[in-house]
């Protein structure tokens, strides 16, 4: 009772890495083990917060961006694909030709910017979340096709439909499969996605991406959602996983990451049945 | 900007993009004009003979919308590429209920902005002439 009376003390402070050793089968252990899932539960509610705060600032961030560097932008991109129609020197062509790519490189990171700061999903409706997840496939048929990456497909039968924008959760589940993809290109393992409903703490449904590549080293894993944070050197954005963050919660649902570096990563959805969100 | 004949006015703010999105029209034979403001593009002479409006839809004195609405007041068949630097659902919605005929984020290359234009020409009712 002295440690419980101690730990509660910890918490009020502030301090949500607080737990007891939860041993025993009778009440004090119970209570222990019922302490520990609060402060657990406290703790993520802390971190999504800390993460809404940062994604809101980024909004506001990416708003002025857009506005202030798309004309610039514009006028880049327009006379260099411009220049580069009538070119007929070809050393000049290519130069030109990486001027184009890289401003529609440009282009895509401020738009990334501004689907990180997208707070609302535009249209949501009942829909099968395992018809988003074969879409999805079907997308990256080519691109896992290449890479060599095996996917093992578990959709369970019995899914309710989700109040969800198909579109944006289909961007969620592309991104997170990306990643799976990029994560074995080394190690050759397989990718696994899977879908299921579950009741606690509240009816959802869940999607499961998970890989058998590296695994995530602690330190990243608490910056895994922010912008720009990449492990994938130039190669990445950053933005990927920003972006699935805030679509999902904008669906009133959470992004769950466990992984052990060895041992492969697993990345979960849950989109609620009752979303929590203003529709 | 006027010329003796005027096939696009461009509406926007940002002399460079101006002067990008002339360069580009006026290449595939189309003749342009352009204005810099809502004021200008209202009070611009071309405004009733042009065939096709590329307006921005952030200027400094209001809304492209607004010249939108303006001129289709006077000409509801008025084809309008509306281009925006902020081009998130929200704003694309807002555009489209007002009615702009083509939505052209911003940055466009060369072939979308004519690809744009285009399919702006070939949307108004009963015109022969195509860039």
């Known amino acids: 009772v002295d440690a419980l009376l101690s730990a509660t003390r910890r918490v009020a402070d502030g301090d949500l890495a607080t737990s007891l050793p939860a041993t025993g089968a009778h009440e004090i252990g119970d209570l222990g083990r019922a302490f520990n899932d609060m402060v657990a539960r406290l703790s993520d509610a802390q971190r999504q917060l800390t993460q809404a705060d940062k994604l809101a600032s980024v909004g506001r961030l990416a708003a002025g961006l857009a506005h202030e560097i798309n004309n610039p932008l514009t006028a880049v991109l327009t006379y260099a694909s411009f220049r580069l129609k009538r070119c007929e020197d070809p050393a000049l062509a290519q130069d030109l030709e990486v001027i184009v790519r890289e401003t529609k490189r440009c282009r895509d990171i401020v738009r990334g910017l501004l689907d990180v700061a997208r707070q609302t999903p535009s249209r949501r409706q009942p829909g099968d979340v395992n018809e988003v997840v074969q879409r999805s496939l079907s997308v990256l048929r080519n691109h896992l096709a290449l890479g060599q990456v095996e996917v093992a497909v578990d959709l369970a039968h019995d899914l309710p439909a989700v109040p969800m924008d198909a579109n944006q959760i289909q961007q969620v589940v592309v991104n997170l499969l990306l990643n799976a993809a990029d994560a074995v290109a080394e190690t050759h393992g397989g990718v696994r996605v899977r879908t299921r409903r579950t009741e606690e703490p509240a009816p959802a449904v869940e999607i499961d991406v998970e890989d058998a590549g590296h695994g995530i080293p602690a330190e990243a894993r608490a910056h895994l959602f922010e912008p720009f944070f990449t492990t994938k050197g130039a190669r990445g954005t950053g933005l990927g996983l920003s972006i699935t963050w805030g679509i999902v919660q904008a669906h009133g649902g959470t992004v769950r990451v466990a992984s052990e570096p060895g041992q492969g990563s697993r990345f979960t959805v849950s989109l609620p049945l009752v979303p929590k969100v203003p529709s | ?131």
Request: charged share 30%; glycine share 4%; proline share 8%.
């Open chain 2, 1 to 131: 900007m006027t010329c003796s004949e005027c096939d696009v006015l461009i509406v926007d703010d940002d002399a460079v993009v101006r002067s990008a999105a002339e360069r580009v029209l006026s290449e595939a034979g189309l003749p342009v004009s352009s204005a810099a403001s809502v004021a200008d593009a209202l009070e611009h002479p071309d405004r009733a003979r042009c065939r096709v409006v590329l307006c921005d839809l952030k200027l400094p004195d209001g809304s492209g919308l607004e010249v939108l609405r303006h001129l289709r007041a006077e000409r509801p068949d008025l084809p309008f590429v509306i281009t925006t630097g902020y081009a998130t659902p929200a704003t694309l919605a807002r555009a489209a209920d007002a009615g702009a005929t083509i939505l052209l984020p911003k940055p466009f290359d060369e072939e979308e902005l004519l690809a744009a234009v285009r399919e702006a020409f070939s949307s108004a009712p009963g015109k022969e002439k195509k860039p």
